[in-house]
Every structure is written in C-alpha cells, then in structure tokens.
T-cell receptor, first 114, second 112 residues
Framework: DSGVTQTPKHLITATGQRVTLRCSPR?????VYWYQQSLDQGLQFLIQ???????AKGNILERFSAQQFPDLHSELNLSSLELGDSALYFC?????????????FGQGTRLTVV | DAKTTQPPSMDCAEGRAANLPCNHS???????VYWYRQIHSQGPQYIIHGLKNNETNEMASLIITEDRKSSTLILPHATLRDTAVYYCIVRVGGKNNNDMRFGAGTRLTVKP
C-alpha cells in the first residue's frame, strides 16, 4: 500500500459526460501528479500541483482540469468525454515538487467511456 | 529534465541478477536518477533513486557511472514477480521544481 488513495477504482460513463476523479496523497505530501495511461501505452504526464498551486502542465487537454484543495487532496475533472479518453488515470504524491524525494502512486482509476 | 534511453525489452532467468541499463547522457549536475516499475496495470512502484553515489535498498541496487551519463539498475535475484516495465527517469533536485515524465521503459520478462 503506497498510501495514495484514488477513488473511484472503476468508472463507466457515456460520451459527452463529465466525471471527477479524486486523489488523496500520502500524509504530509505536498505535491500531487496526474497521469493518463491508455491501453498498452506509456504514462502520459498531465499536470502537477504543489501545495495548492499548479506547478507543471503536460499534455493535458482543455476539456480536462484539475485542482488541489487546502487539505491537499486533488481532483481531476474530465468533461465532454470521448471514447478515446478511456484509460487508467494515476495520481502520485511526493513530499516536495522536485527530485531528491520519491513519489508514490495510487492504484489508479479505470475510466471507460461508452 | 534530461531524457533517458532504455532498451525496449530484456529477458532474465529466474534467480539470476537482472541488470537494466539506462542512458542519460545529457543529465545535469543537479538531476537525480530514479527507477520505477509497473507490474501489468498497477500503479507504478518506486524502486530507488540516486544523485552521484551508488545506492542500495531492499529491492535493488543503482549503479551510476562516474560521469553520470548512464546507470544500471540491478535486481540481484530476479523472481517471476519482477516481470514488469521498468522506467528510468531523471529529475532536477530541489523543492520547487517540476514534473516527472516517463519514457517507454524496459519490459523485463523473468523466465523460469
């Protein structure tokens, strides 16, 4: 158990809908990262937050948004969903934003868009 | 962050050491080398990281060349459960830095 909790574990929704994925970081971790992994693809970095502020942005679509709340949990919002958004979405957390500290991953949310 | 190059796949016999190479020839002096692995569709698992010196923990050893342009992850006695995709990444040190991006990794298959 990495200490990073993601909910829900599975989500099935229709095209055009909006969903929210939740991530609770390890206790004390200030930085949260979001990744997308489509079937048999690599981990695509989406966005990073550090202590409530956006720190880095990857190839995140405009239909997607995220935020980190004062209690440090984070949510990834996916809207106008398309079939191609079906993927595993992982959240990771680390104590700080940079290297020198390890990041730990949750077990992911499997999103299926039908 | 500097980019890394890893072989796409490797095989290893069960019980033998698995040596996974990683090239990071453009690494900067303040960039750490990290290794993660992903077993099937589980969340990636942190293995080890280092800056200049070789590192060892209960899972693996990390050997970094003196010029820091390459490194090797060593799993001393590979088991079938070590079959996974192994990722080598580099990250700038410090508290106020940036993202953590993964490449394609090396798919290690441990065979009986």
């Amino acid at each position: 158990d990495s200490g990073v909790t993601q909910t829900p574990k599975h989500l099935i929704t229709a095209t055009g809908q909006r969903v929210t994925l939740r991530c609770s970081p390890r206790s004390g971790d200030l930085s949260v990262y979001w990744y997308q992994q489509s079937l048999d693809q690599g981990l695509q970095f989406l966005i990073q937050y550090y202590n409530g502020e956006e720190r880095a942005k990857g190839n995140i679509l405009e239909r997607f948004s995220a935020q980190q709340f004062p209690d440090l949990h984070s949510e990834l919002n996916l809207s106008s969903l398309e079939l191609g958004d079906s993927a595993l979405y992982f959240c990771a957390s680390s104590a700080y934003a940079g290297g020198g500290t390890e990041a730990f991953f949750g077990q992911g949310t499997r999103l299926t868009v039908v | 962050d500097a980019k890394t190059t890893q072989p796409p796949s490797m095989d290893c016999a069960e019980g033998r050491a698995a040596n996974l190479p990683c090239n990071h020839s453009t690494i900067s002096g303040n960039e750490y080398v990290y290794w993660y692995r992903q077993i099937h569709s589980q969340g990636p698992q942190y293995i080890i990281h280092g800056l200049k010196n070789n590192e060892t923990n209960e899972m693996a050893s990390l050997i970094i060349t003196e010029d820091r342009k390459s490194s090797t992850l060593i799993l001393p006695h590979a088991t079938l459960r070590d079959t996974a995709v192994y990722y080598c990444i580099v990250r700038v040190g410090g508290k106020n830095n940036n993202d953590m991006r993964f490449g394609a990794g090396t798919r290690l298959t441990v065979k009986p």
